[in-house]
């Protein structure tokens, strides 16, 4: 490390390995395996601040430091420990190890060191045999091959409550992009029930024999049983299907640098850019970037700016195209002008496109919109050192539609916090009927108040208790999604047009808002002063120590992820924490060594006690990593 203003060099060496820290690279948590043929893992050696340290020489004597115990899904019996058939460490900071399994099944994986448990590297073993194993690769390796399996229902769905029935025989098909899931009257007329996308958020369960169980973003939630070994050729199938499309990555560094690459060889390949040149006025920088890029292919866009800003002498070696998108974002999303709209009437509140303005430019500055906030991910995959991040805080439910995932009820909470607890949780946890509501809502358009149907004959609908999720949910389609389906729609042409659909698909919507909007460094010692604490007593105390003691260990990315966790939001206003509101607050709850819970609305999260520091750091990290674990499967 070169020390600022001196021609010495500082080295530091990393502390002792810390089996706590252990890592397997490219981690997936369905591994497909042929029976008989070797499995490699390879474990990344860390120490306790997550530093790279040496493999110490494991594995050049006789002793067997890695082993795995595999314990058959389908079996209750005590784990068998596995040796490895061989560990090797030819690499400083990495070691590999091969297993070997000879019986086809499904097994739940646990990696030991020395004897020591690692931690967040379990995983389900899927063994096939090589004939399952080869035609499996084959299909997911054809473009446009549908495969299915008949199965049985086990838990059905609400959304599919009244079409199909417990221990019903269905259909599964499985493809590249979707897992559906059809009635099984004949193969040719069968009718498709429920459909799940493939997606990092989509996670896939084994549990026992032969039941597989699969849940989305959405929350919706299905379970499944079938005959012989279908339940692990179709988890196989998925699992290899979602390697080959995100990459293998679990963590968002990972998932972000296979994004920059991928983007990167499609626009570019090994070509280098060429120079554009783009004209603009500072006073009016939305309208004059627009007719400077009328006439722009998308190539050129995906060319390197070189910007000049009227009546200004700056010559521009990447500062000022990296200060034109920044305040070309801060204008373009700002409430203020009436593209984008916030519920809150505060700085803080979450922006979405608005339903209601009608802009010179019409629809066409929403599609300018989109294809900036591409440019800024072309110009972060090409140089991700200079990363050029959006200047917006954007509505989860915003987020959401540009991964074409269900909007829901819950996300009133996050982009509409009053609307949320004043009528969305009233109605959830009391009895309406008395309200007489029916699913219809009045709402303001054009200076006038009008009453809008939710749902065809809306208005004779009354809501009852039986009914009422279904309520707020259309509330949450109408209000979030239809209200601004045309805005969205002109929004995605723009970000689509460089940046293709699939390619952002690896990631949910609080990821996409680290990708987009990047991560603000986060002063631990300003968040510690404008925190509110509303319990004082002794016992808390010694949570909260732990507590701050364990968030200035936190990378920069973990500290976002607690505030996104926390807040529903990974960025602070222009002031940090002083100017949050409501301010962010630490509370007690009843409890012991659970996870820890967060009231977005409130911006407040409950922290239980805990048994010891090193559980409540355990118990925090799985919190603020939830949602965003790669596959999701378990």
Known sequence: ?????????????????????????????????????????????????????????????????????????????????FPTTHVQNDLRDFVTMDITVAD???????PFFFGEEVPRTGFVAVVLGRGDYNEMLRFVSARGLLRYFTGRVDHVPECCVGKLKKRAEIFVYVSPKQITVKSAFLVFFSRTEIAFKLRPTTR????????????????????????DNHRDVVAASISTMMLKNFGGSETFEEKRAFFYEKLKFKLFGHKSRRSVNVSVHRDDLVKSSMQATQGFTVTDWTQMFVLHFHNEQGVDWGGLRREWLSQLGKELFDPSRGLFARFADHDQGLVLPSGERRDDFGLRVFTFAGRVVAKCLVESCYEPACAAMVNARFARSFLAQLLNLRVTYKHFETDDPEYYRQKIQYVLEND??????????EHMQGGSLVETELVPGGKRIPVVDSNKELYVDALAQFRLVARVRRQV?????????????????????????????????????????????????????????????????????????????????SLLPALGFAELQPRFKLSARLGQDSLPIAHTCFNQLHLPEY????????????????????????
């Open 489 to 569: 729609d002109a929004f995605l042409r723009g970000l689509h047009s460089l940046v293709p659909e699939q390619f952002l698909m690896m990631f949910d919507e609080n990821e996409l808002e680290l990708l987009m909007c990047g991560i603000a460094e986060i002063d631990v010692e300003q968040m510690k002063k404008h925190t509110e604490i509303t319990d004082g007593s002794s016992r808390f105390r010694t949570t909260l120590d732990w507590f701050w003691f364990i968030v200035a260990g936190f990378t920069n990315e973990e500290r976002a992820k607690l505030l996104q966790f926390v807040t529903g939001s």
């Open 104 to 110: 086809v099944g499904a097994y739940r994986a646990t």
């Open 204 to 227: 896939v369960t084994l549990d026992g024999e032969r039941g597989l169980e699969i849940e989305d973003s959405a929350d919706r939630r299905i379970r499944l049983s079938f005959q």
């Open 1 to 81: 490390v070169a020390v600022p203003g001196s021609p010495f060099r500082r080295f530091f060496e990393a502390g002792d390995l810390d089996v706590s820290k252990l890592r397997i690279v490219n981690f997936t948590s369905i591994a497909v395996l042929t029976a008989g043929a070797p499995y490699t893992l390879k474990f990344d050696l860390r120490d306790q601040f997550g530093n790279s340290c040496s493999n110490h020489g494991i594995g050049r004597d006789d002793t067997t430091p890695l082993v795995v115990s595999l314990q058959d899904l389908s079996d209750e019996a005590a784990p068998d420990f």
């Open 432 to 441: 309406i009927e008395d309200l007489e509501l029916t699913f219809s809502e």
């Open 611 to 634: 048994s010891s520091l090193e559980e409540m750091r355990r118990c925090l990290k799985i919190a603020i990593e939830e949602g965003n674990t790669g596959f999701g499967m378990v």
